[in-house]
């Protein structure tokens, strides 16, 4: 009883405008992102998603005040390296990341893979089973470093980089490529949105988990690790999968 309580206190509060975080003295912590859906996405001016509803949700628990806003995934993150935001979400750890970021706990379990038309018989279980394919991804990204690794052991690949991921799967469903590489949940989310009825998912790469990043400068360990504990004890209560499972998403595993 206690969790569908919070669960309905979760929508009602802090109601996060989008708008320039350039003055982010009034809040303890502001949180850029971009529009990313299933993850975060924006319903008029109001950021949704299962991050952002967690977010909330750790904030009225810790009695902090905290901003939400969505930009263009290179200004949020951009934002986040000059100060006028404290955290971007929802992002996957890398070494770059780790030398400026603290992270929360991860909090989604997640999963990159192959799309391709439905044309294709393609059953991805290895890496070689895209060699010769022309594979878009979105990127500069985590997600595009992850098929450049692949790309080092299988040469015979072709990386075809866009700015966005609808921009890969339209040249998909159009036959300008041979597959994307994407999050599988973004991927059905986009296909669902274009009505891609021509696209499939052709099986998994990686597993991994998403994370929300604090910049070190303009964020304090010790807010940090109060947010963390936050987490894990709504974690252990079972709040964070109940939020999860609403989106058809998976809690990740903490130590």
Not at 70 to 91: L, P, R, T, Y
Not at 205 to 223: H, P, V, W
Request: hydrophobic share 35%; charged share 20%; glycine share 6%.
């Amino acid at each position: 009883m206690k969790n569908k309580i919070f669960l309905i206190t979760l929508f009602m509060m802090l109601y996060c405008l989008t708008i320039n975080a350039s003055s982010n003295d009034t809040y303890d912590l502001v949180f850029a992102t971009q529009d990313f859906p299933p993850f975060s996405y924006q319903i008029g001016k109001y950021v949704a998603g299962p991050a952002a509803d967690i977010i909330r949700g750790i904030c009225s628990d810790i009695n902090l005040t905290c901003m939400i806003y969505c930009k263009e995934w290179s200004d949020a993150q951009m934002d986040v390296k000059k100060g006028k935001a404290h955290a971007m979400f929802m992002i996957g750890r890398n070494k770059n990341r780790t030398s400026w970021l603290h992270f929360s706990h991860p909090i989604i379990r997640t999963e990159y893979g192959i799309f391709v038309r439905k044309s294709n018989a393609l059953d991805y279980t290895m890496q070689i089973d895209i060699k010769g394919y022309n594979v878009g991804v979105y990127g500069p990204s985590n997600t595009s470093q992850s098929l450049l690794k692949i790309k080092k052991i299988i040469k015979d690949l072709r990386v075809d980089f866009s700015p966005d991921s609808s921009s890969c799967f339209k040249k998909l469903s159009t036959g300008e490529l041979d597959a994307v590489y994407s999050n599988k949940a973004v991927g059905r989310s986009l296909i669902n949105r274009y009505q891609m009825k021509n696209i499939r998912y052709a099986g998994r790469d990686k597993t991994l988990d998403y994370y929300i990043g604090f910049n070190q400068k303009f964020s304090s360990k010790a807010l940090v690790d109060k947010f963390n504990a936050s987490f894990e004890k709504m974690h252990k209560n079972g709040t964070i999968h109940e939020v999860l499972s609403m989106y058809g998403m998976e809690a990740a595993n903490i130590q």
